[in-house]
């Protein structure tokens, strides 16, 4: 089986710019989580999306924000970069949206802000 | 609101010896809780998880974790440490449409 995959695996950008990132969930999984792992840090939760659904949010601004496709893959979108928002980015999919199921996660993008 | 929380920043323990990561947590409700571990450059891999039952948790690599109630500990243990075991650990609790992660351990198995 695929696992999950996360595109790209490293970006520069500036202040003020907008990016996507993209993540492709492991076969027969339809839920992804969103995660953001600062330097030295364990991961924050963004979001998640089930059935191309936003599932539930984490204390992050209305400037992060995502989608799903019919496929499950999934994209997170930043606009308005700021510094601190310099952090690997990590996806992770589940079988279903519950609480007891494992998450699967991708390698991460690491998004460095000049 | 949920809440993990992981004591040590660093463990080192010699190769053979047996290791114990700690994590205590905080949840209303029935807790599900995870362990995570990532080496350098990747993402997390799964563990193992603790969701109703026996208090011991059996999962990969020979790891185990013991679950216990009246301390809302979920402690991470190995009987004896390997040098590839060397990475950083992350315990973790689910709920649902969120799951929360510790601040991470860093095991150093020392040869």
């Known amino acids: 089986e695929t696992g999950v995959t996360q595109s790209p695996t490293h970006l520069i950008k500036t202040r003020g710019q907008q990016v996507t990132l993209r993540c492709s969930s492991q076969?027969?999984?339809?839920?992804v989580s969103w995660y953001q792992q600062a330097l030295g840090q364990g991961p924050q939760f963004i979001f998640q999306y089930y059935r191309e659904e936003e599932n539930g949010r984490g204390n992050f601004p209305p400037r992060f924000s995502g989608l799903q496709f019919p496929n499950y893959s999934s994209e997170l979108n930043v606009n308005a970069l700021e510094l601190d928002d310099s952090a690997l980015y990590l996806c992770?999919?589940?079988?279903?949206?519950?609480?007891?199921?494992?998450?699967?996660f991708g390698d991460g993008t690491r998004l460095s802000i000049l | 609101a949920q809440s993990v929380a992981q004591p040590e920043d660093q463990v080192n323990v010699a190769e053979g010896n047996p290791l114990t990561v700690k994590c205590t947590y905080s949840?209303?409700?029935?807790?599900?809780l995870f362990w995570y571990v990532q080496y350098p450059n990747r993402g997390l891999q799964f563990l193992l998880k603790?969701?109703?039952?026996?208090?011991l948790v059996k999962g990969s690599y020979g790891f185990e974790a013991e679950f216990n109630k009246s301390q809302t500990s979920f402690h991470l243990k190995k009987p004896s440490a390997l040098v590839s075991d060397s990475a950083l650990y992350f315990c973790a609790v689910s709920g649902y449409q969120k799951v929360t992660f510790g601040t991470g351990t860093k095991l150093q198995v020392i040869p």
């Open positions: 949840v209303s409700g029935n807790p599900y």
């Open positions: 076969s027969g999984h339809n839920t």
């Open positions: 992770a999919s589940s079988l279903q949206a519950d609480p007891n199921q494992p998450q699967h």
């Open positions: 603790y969701i109703t039952g026996d208090n």
